[in-house]
């Protein structure tokens, strides 16, 4: 009879941490869903929708937080995810990832952008190329308010946090369905605009690059010219 009755008792007490347990994960849920539904009627034209339609992004829609210098998404890693990040706070830089050869002319350094697949898809072997490395060079800021990953430009492309950042994740499919007056394709083409190409952030890291000889010849000259 005694071990009967601590048989019943370990099932009672069985039964009471599984309903705790579910009235835990429920509040979980219920959190969860509350925050993802405030994140979308914080996001405009998200929040132009009707009811119906805004319980409908938040469910198929989730928050990611991403701590200070970690890495928001990389083309490498994220190509075939199929969302648009919308800021909702903090900071991000997003950066170009660009392969360039490195020559030295003369003293001077030159450099070739080097692309990963050729005009026929085809992918090159970098690892044999000689004096081959991989450069970053930014681009923009990214602040609560901005979004990327509609669709836009971005091989290549990394974004990386400089402060403690969340974003709201919405399927692309969600958006298709919901693009009235062609929002999101006219944001599209003003993200093409407004980032550069590949070869114009190459340009940009040539220049750079020979501002920095130059920096370091001049300081160089007069170190010398202060020489006793």
């Not at 069985?14 to 539904?37: N, P, W």
């Not at 009811?51 to 938040?58: G, P, Q, T, V």
């Not at 093409?192 to 690059?209: A, H, L, M």
Request: hydrophobic share 35%.
């Amino acid at each position: 009879m005694e071990a009967f009755r601590n048989a019943v008792r370990m099932v009672i007490n069985r039964s009471s941490d599984d309903q705790q347990l579910d009235c835990v994960l429920m509040a979980s849920v219920q959190k969860q869903l509350t925050e993802v539904a405030d994140a979308v009627t914080s996001v405009w034209p998200l929040a132009a929708l009707s009811d119906l339609e805004r319980r409908e992004c938040a469910k198929t829609s989730a928050v990611r937080r991403f701590p200070t210098r970690s890495i928001v998404y990389d083309d490498d890693r994220n190509s075939n995810e199929a969302n648009a990040y919308f800021v909702l706070e903090g900071r991000c830089t997003c950066m170009q990832r660009l392969r360039v050869r490195k020559m030295t002319t003369n003293g001077r350094n030159r450099f070739a952008l080097i692309r990963d697949h050729d005009g026929h898809g085809q992918s090159h072997n970098l690892d044999t190329q000689k004096n081959v490395q991989t450069v970053y060079v930014k681009m923009s800021d990214l602040r609560p308010g901005s979004v990327f990953g509609l669709g836009e430009r971005r091989s290549g492309r990394v974004v990386i946090a400089t402060a403690d950042v969340k974003c709201l994740l919405v399927p692309l499919s969600f958006l298709s369905k919901h693009n009235g007056s062609n929002i999101w394709g006219r944001t599209v083409c003003s993200l093409d605009g407004t980032n550069p190409t590949i070869e114009q952030s190459f340009r940009k890291f040539v220049v750079e690059n020979r501002w920095e000889e130059y920096k370091k010849s001049l300081a160089n000259d007069l170190f010398r010219k202060r020489r006793p």
